[in-house]
T-cell receptor
C-alpha cells in the first residue's frame, strides 16, 4: 500500500477563492481524520469520519470549512471562501480498528496551503 | 476534556548530550500515549507508543500516571534526531488523537 495519499502537495491561491484538498486513505482503514498544522497551534483535529460518516466536526473552524467522504477511498476538505489565516499544512490520516490495530494513525504527506 | 502539553517549543542540545522532551496530559479515562516525529518536510510518523514499552532509535518514554507525564528521553543525541516531536493522547473509545503543540529538537554538532 502506498500509504495515505494527499493532493495537492502545494496550493497557492488568492483570498476569496475556493480550495479543495483531497485524501485517499489506506485501503481497509475505516477511520479518516483531517488535521491542520500551524506554527502557533501545532496539530489541530478538524474532523473525523468512521465508515464514511462524520463523527466529530467540532474542530472545524467556521462554516467556510466543509468535509465530505463519499466513499471509503476518498475524502475532500473544502474551504470557501479562503482567507490568509487559513494558510497552514493540512494533514489527512487514517487508521483501522481490526484485531491487530494498535491505535496508530497513518499520515499523508500533507497539503501546504498558502492564501495570499 | 483531554489536553496534551508540551512546554518547550524548542530544545537545542549538542551531539552526545542527553535529551528529554517533556509531555504532560490531562484525561479522565485510561490514556494511550504516543510520540510522533516529523523530519524536515516529511510526514508525521509514529516513533513509539507507551503500550509497547519499546526503544526506537535509542528513544524511550515511560508513562507516569501519577504525574500524568510521558516524557521522551534519549541518553546521547545524534544530529539525525533533529526534528519536530509531537506527543499524542488517545484512550479507551477515543479514535482520534489529541496532539500537543510540538517541540522542535535541534542537535548541534
Amino acid at each position: 500500500d502506498a500509504g495515505v495519499i494527499q493532493s495537492p502537495r502545494h496550493e497557492v491561491t488568492e483570498m476569496g477563492q475556493e480550495v479543495t484538498l483531497r485524501c485517499k486513505p489506506i485501503s481497509g482503514h475505516d477511520y479518516l481524520f483531517w488535521y491542520r498544522q500551524t506554527m502557533m497551534r501545532g496539530l489541530e483535529l478538524l474532523i473525523y469520519f468512521n465508515n464514511n460518516v462524520p463523527i466529530d466536526d467540532s474542530g472545524m473552524p467556521e462554516d467556510r470549512f466543509s468535509a465530505k467522504m463519499p466513499n471509503a477511498s476518498f475524502s475532500t476538505l473544502k474551504i470557501q471562501p479562503s482567507e490568509p489565516r487559513d494558510s497552514a499544512v493540512y494533514f489527512c490520516a487514517s487508521r483501522g480498528t481490526g484485531i491487530t490495530n494498535t491505535g496508530e494513525l497513518f499520515f499523508g504527506e500533507g497539503s501546504r496551503l498558502t492564501v495570499l | 476534556a483531554q489536553r496534551v502539553t508540551q512546554p518547550e517549543k524548542l530544545l537545542s542540545v549538542f551531539k552526545g548530550a542527553p535529551v528529554e522532551l517533556k509531555c504532560n496530559y490531562s484525561y479522565s479515562g485510561s490514556p494511550e500515549l504516543f510520540w510522533y516525529v516529523q523530519y524536515s518536510r516529511q510526514r508525521l510518523q509514529l516513533l513509539l507508543r507507551h503500550i509497547s514499552r519499546e526503544s526506537i532509535k535509542g528513544f524511550t518514554a515511560d508513562l507516569n500516571k501519577g504525574e500524568t507525564s510521558f516524557h521522551l528521553k534519549k541518553p546521547f543525541a545524534q544530529e539525525e534526531d533533529s526534528a519536530m516531536y509531537y506527543c499524542a493522547l488517545g484512550g479507551t473509545g477515543r479514535r482520534a488523537l489529541t496532539f500537543g503543540s510540538g517541540t522542535r529538537l535541534q542537535v548541534q554538532p
